[in-house]
């Protein structure tokens, strides 16, 4: 998993195993793939809440939205 810390200067955060610091230009891209492609309703504000959701059913939504933002990355 990718690295990414809203609103913080990369230098001030560990990057993934791969060497990668996500950025908010970054994240806004995947957000604006996801839209476009996925969701048009789509937010980072409420992919975070889905992330950090408990409950019965969380798993299937984290999926969905790591194979979003892995299919946006990948195509970005």
């Known amino acids: 998993m990718?690295?990414?810390v809203e609103n913080r200067d990369?230098?001030?955060y560990?990057?993934?195993?791969d060497g990668i610091k996500e950025s908010?230009?970054?994240?806004?891209a995947y957000e604006a793939w996801i839209i476009a492609h996925k969701d048009g309703t789509f937010t980072l504000e409420k992919a975070y809440a889905?992330?950090?959701a408990r409950g019965e059913g969380v798993q299937t939504r984290r999926q969905e939205l790591a194979d979003w933002f892995n299919l946006a990355k990948a195509a970005v």
Request: hydrophobic share 40%; charged share 30%.
């Open 2 to 4: 990718t690295v990414y």
């Open 10 to 12: 990369p230098e001030s």
């Open 14 to 17: 560990a990057a993934d195993a």
């Open 24 to 28: 908010d230009t970054s994240m806004e």
């Open 50 to 52: 889905d992330f950090w």
